[in-house]
T-cell receptor
Framework: DGGITQSPKYLFRKEGQNVTLSCEQN?????MYWYRQDPGQGLRLIYY???????QKGDIAEGYSVSREKKESFPLTVTSAQKNPTAFYLC????????????????FGNGTRLTVT | KQEVTQIPAALSVPEGENLVLNCSFT??????LQWFRQDPGKGLTSLLL???SQREQTSGRLNASLDKSSGRSTLYIAASQPGDSATYLC??????????WGAGTKLIIKP
């Protein structure tokens, strides 16, 4: 079955450490996204990529970094510069980039819950 | 700047009732309005997408409407079932092709 796989499901880190969240998709989608979800708030966009080797900052990119070396993979690194990293992180993809086909529905992975102490 | 609001934050209804979830947005210049479902600790599942030129979309027991002039979208669930219990989120796509998200309505269907 096609889909998006995020790993691990739960991640615990000490403050000051960088951590990388994995996102892999086998849907052959061009566009991939990283969102952060906090209780009582709407999803907030961290980074997005519309094509391999290209990505753009979202609303809350500070303290995060990404890469898009392969179409299938879009890992997110939460760096020690992120002031409040504890959150639920969601990866998503769509068949085409945002402006090319903005009526393409988003497909989501099952998320990674990151806890930093 | 576009803002999306979902009220109430939580809703509990008996099984079998028809119900309406609300989504309000401040800027009528949206490309589409999307409804998603999220089960606890899981990702989101796309339910319905209404393009700006459309008034409604239907899928099974779900019907979503869009009224750009009033800045409102509703998700109607017919004959609710316990399996419909989840958090429902709406998102509007603004003029920059960015999705602006509501915080969601947590729905509980009581058997």
């Amino acid at each position: 079955d096609g889909g998006i796989t995020q790993s691990p499901k739960y991640l615990f880190r000490k403050e000051g450490q960088n951590v990388t969240l994995s996102c892999e998709q086998n849907l052959n989608h061009d566009a991939m996204y990283w969102y952060r979800q906090d209780p009582g708030q709407g999803l907030r966009l961290i980074y997005y990529s519309q094509i391999v080797n290209d990505f753009q900052k979202g609303d809350i990119a500070e303290g995060y970094s990404v890469s898009r070396e392969k179409k299938e993979s879009f890992p997110l690194t939460v760096t020690s510069a992120q002031k409040n990293p504890t959150a639920f992180y969601l990866c998503a993809s769509s068949s085409q980039g945002r402006s090319a086909s903005y009526n393409s529905p988003l497909h989501f992975g099952n998320g990674t819950r990151l806890t930093v102490t | 700047k576009q803002e999306v609001t979902q009220i109430p934050a939580a809703l509990s209804v008996p099984e079998g009732e028809n119900l309406v979830l609300n989504c309000s947005f401040t800027d009528s210049a949206i490309y589409n309005l999307q409804w998603f479902r999220q089960d606890p600790g899981k990702g989101l599942t796309s339910l319905l997408l209404i393009q700006s030129s459309q008034r409604e979309q239907t899928s099974g027991r779900l019907n979503a409407s869009l009224d750009k002039s009033s800045g409102r979208s509703t998700l109607y669930i017919a004959a609710s079932q316990p399996g419909d219990s989840a958090t429902y989120l709406c998102a509007g796509m603004d003029s920059n092709y960015q999705l602006i998200w509501g915080a969601g309505t947590k729905l509980i269907i009581k058997p």
